[in-house]
């Protein structure tokens, strides 16, 4: 079982099913301005990604993200 932070990773999928995403996922636009790159909100991703595998998402599933400034965005990823 994958677990970081204290909840594993199905237990915040499984908690994500149930009331939603709470929190935005804070991204980055990376150099090639086609990616963006996650600073906070590794393990929502990756929740919403088993959500996925489980067949509780559709693949295309469209979740809001928090574009910032890369300086901002890790600052506030070390809060």
């Known amino acids: 079982m994958l677990k970081s ?3 594993s990773i ?3 999928a499984a ?3 149930c009331v939603g995403l709470l929190q ?3 991204v980055v636009r990376v150099p090639d301005g086609e990616h963006d790159e ?3 909100g590794p393990r929502r991703l990756a929740a919403l990604k088993l959500l996925v595998k489980w067949r509780k998402l559709v693949k295309d599933f469209a979740e809001l993200c928090l ?3 890369d300086a ?3 600052t506030v990823s070390l809060m």
């Open 67 to 69: 574009l910032a400034p």
């Open 24 to 26: 935005n996922i804070n």
């Open 5 to 7: 932070g204290g909840t």
């Open 38 to 40: 996650v600073v906070a």
């Open 72 to 74: 901002a965005a890790r």
């Open 15 to 17: 908690s994500i099913a």
């Open 10 to 12: 199905p237990e915040l």
